[in-house]
């Protein structure tokens, strides 16, 4: 698999030990605001697929229920009104390609917050369109193989209309059109596979090859940077780092 897949998944993995639990709190709270607000107002994860994603992605992270509720409340009431997603795009130290989505209720600041990251770690902040081109926007749903082999998984999920797997240890991720990551996690879900994640992702469509330890350290730190940032929802790269230096 790719540094850049293989990251993601220790990332994930890690999870809230890596982010204080009020933090991570705050921007699951402030991912199923802004859910709500792109479904219309639909508050009824049934009805809203983006709102179960993030639902589910709360629940995973131990949120209590009182807290989903009320981000529920606050995205159909009027305090929800300045709540809008910001999308930044640039290279990161030694020239690899990066996207941040972010949710703010202030725009200037957040702006002003992740180009100061930007300016200080070695990236170059860019314009609307820079790099884009070079990401695909994707389901993906990461799975447990459970004794399954590769090619199991990927047979089950082709044939609910999966694109592409990729192995990841003991997961696997599977690769969807982003219309179809919901049929193909209940697909999955009926064959009894175990889902560990599901969630609309930018895939890069090339890897950025980084092959010395201080370029790869200075890549994740600066990453790490990003997605440490209060306002941060989620940092795609194109970076493809050794399985023996990311460990």
């Excluded at 193989?145 to 003991?170: C, H, N, P, Q």
């Excluded at 690769?175 to 560990?196: D, H, S």
């Amino acid at each position: 698999m790719s540094g850049h897949s293989k990251w993601s998944t220790i990332k994930r993995q890690k999870g809230a030990a890596d982010t204080k639990r009020s933090q991570l709190f705050t921007k699951l709270s402030n991912a199923i605001t802004l859910a709500v607000r792109q479904g219309g107002g639909v508050g009824d994860p049934a009805l809203n697929f983006r709102l179960r994603l993030a639902i589910e992605a709360a629940k995973a992270s131990n949120m209590p229920k009182d807290n989903i509720e009320r981000a529920i409340t606050r995205a159909q009431g009027a305090s929800a009104s300045d709540m809008q997603e910001v999308v930044y795009e640039g290279f990161g130290p030694g020239g690899f390609s990066i996207i941040v989505q972010a949710v703010t209720d202030n725009k200037l600041r957040t702006n002003a917050e992740i180009r100061n990251i930007f300016d200080k770690h070695g990236g170059s902040f860019g314009v609307p369109g820079s790099v884009s081109y070079q990401f695909a926007q994707k389901g993906s749903i990461i799975v447990s193989r459970r004794g399954k082999t590769v090619d199991d998984i990927f047979l089950l999920a082709a044939d609910s209309g999966a694109e592409d797997v990729e192995e990841a240890g003991e997961e696997v991720i599977i690769y969807t059109r982003p219309e179809e990551l919901g049929i193909v996690r209940e697909a999955l879900q009926k064959e009894g596979i175990e889902l560990r994640e599901a969630k609309l992702i930018r895939k890069p469509l090339m890897l950025f090859p980084i092959t010395d330890a201080a370029t790869a350290n200075k890549a994740l730190s600066f990453t790490s940077l990003l997605e440490d940032h209060q306002d941060v929802q989620e940092v795609f790269t194109n970076f493809d780092i050794p399985d023996e230096l990311l460990e």
